[in-house]
């Protein structure tokens, strides 16, 4: 066996495993430290490291006690965080790290592979594994609200670490019987190896694309939502200024009329001014006093007039709220958006189109309720429910959007549908809110 390629095999896994505990750590810890300690413990956890897979004569239990130290002191230097969390999550990682190299280990045993080709072979599929871990870790940790990706890209993504554990498995079965090979399976793995970090850190890649993506989209409908409450103002603007215009007009044929007497004319004629100046100003439904939340019902209110659908509007929020005004536009809008959506998609004469609203802020809570009538929804694979336009990359995304506006809140959306209606609940807290 060339003892160069032994050399770089031991040099080179320490630096993947490290890799993938750094990985872990990121997603547990947030606080990051920048101090000279911690590159000194990240640096004596290699040279433990190192030292072992080189073939040091290191006791088992002297081993382990020095891992466990060392994994807790690169927590403790690197990330800010108390002493039991730092400790349970070194003897966690540990624990879990072992369990891996034992159960492959049992495995490759079993189909007859032992020796240096067992211990090598058992390395190298142990980091691919605990890599792999790292990465669903950081995708599906609590917090870390990222899209999901095609099935075939997860499919294309998963197919790499499945295949160069094939290969490692079937190269180090052929070393087992010719060792002369033994160069050219350390250099495959490390090789391996470095293709299923590249493949992970594209996949990686790939989310921040697709959430870059989804919050552009966020953006875009926030400066859509903001567009149509300026059009409505204007629009209402334009038509007050245009009755303060003609005031003067109105007044002179009034001021004639009463030097006529001519006080049934007088009376038609204010009881029409009056009618006009009413249609043009639909009732408000919302008088909170939030700005916001007032122009977003009293928008979506004149709409569902004007489509004949019932409108009924029970808003009961201070004037201030400790929220966003850009998440409270997305909430209250998309809800609103999907309620008069869903009404118009029924089939004239189904049953009565109709939309209910309800926004109360009590105890610092804002929870918001919107229900409407609705053709039958089903839901998709995600279990949330599909969108009954055609192009879907494009619509569907109220819902998703809700969703995005409320977790910086830690808030919640919950929706269901039931007897020919949809409903649709938000919770958001203030304790998470604007300060």
């Known amino acids: 066996m060339s003892p160069v390629c032994l050399i770089l095999g031991g040099l080179f896994f320490p630096c993947f495993q490290l890799l993938t505990i750094h990985r872990i750590m990121n997603v547990f810890f947030h606080d990051q430290r920048r101090t000279l300690m911690r590159y000194a413990a990240w640096t004596a956890y290699y040279l433990l490291l190192a030292a072992s897979q080189l073939g040091a004569n290191i006791s088992p239990p002297i081993f382990l006690t020095f891992n466990a130290l060392l994994i807790f002191a690169a927590c403790t230097f690197s990330y800010q965080s108390s002493i039991g969390n730092r400790c349970i999550f070194s003897m966690l990682m540990l624990a879990v790290w072992m369990m891996a190299e034992v159960a492959i280990g049992i495995i490759l045993s079993l189909i007859g592979m032992e020796g240096w080709g067992l211990n090598t072979a058992g390395t190298a599929i142990s980091n691919v594994l605990m890599f792999a871990g790292s990465v669903i870790v950081r995708h599906y940790a609590k917090g870390n609200s990222r899209p999901d990706l095609s099935v075939q890209c997860i ?56 959430s870059a993506q989804e919050r ?23 038509q007050t200024r245009i009755m303060r215009h003609d005031m003067k007009n109105h007044m002179t044929g009034l001021l004639g009329m009463l030097h006529d007497g001519d006080t049934e ?51 009961f929020l201070p004037s201030t709220l400790p929220f966003r005004a850009g998440h409270l536009a997305i909430v209250f809008g998309n809800l609103l958006d999907n309620a008069l959506e869903a009404c118009k998609d029924m089939k004239e004469g ?82 998470y809110g604007e300060k």
């Open 155 to 210: 499919i294309a993504v998963a197919l790499i670490p499945v295949g160069t554990i094939f290969l490692m498995h079937h190269i180090f079965l052929i070393v087992a019987e010719h060792m002369e090979y033994s160069s050219f399976a350390i250099g495959s793995s490390l090789i391996l190896l470095l293709l299923d970090y590249t493949a992970f850190e594209v996949y990686e890649q790939m989310i921040r694309d697709a």
């Open 216 to 238: 552009n989209r966020l953006y875009e409908q926030e400066l859509e939502l903001l567009s149509r409450q300026a059009e409505d103002r204007e629009a209402y603007d334009k």
């Open 265 to 315: 004319q007088m009376e038609e004629y204010i009881r029409l001014l009056l009618q006009n100046t009413a249609d043009c100003r639909p009732q408000d439904v919302s008088r909170s006093g939030n700005a916001v939340v007032d122009a977003i019902v009293n928008h979506k209110s004149n709409q569902a007039n004007r489509d004949a659908i019932a409108f009924d509007a029970n808003v």
């Open 350 to 431: 189904e049953q009565k189109q109709w939309v209910s609203l309800k926004a109360d802020y009590t105890k610092e809570v804002l929870m918001v309720s919107v229900s409407n009538s609705c053709p039958t929804r089903r839901k998709g694979r995600d279990g949330r429910y599909v969108t009954t336009k055609n192009d879907q990359r494009f619509h569907g995304l109220g819902l998703y959007s809700v969703e995005q506006a409320v977790e910086p809140y830690h808030g919640q959306l919950e929706t269901r549908y039931s007897d020919g209606a949809f409903h649709a609940a938000v919770v958001m807290y203030r304790c």
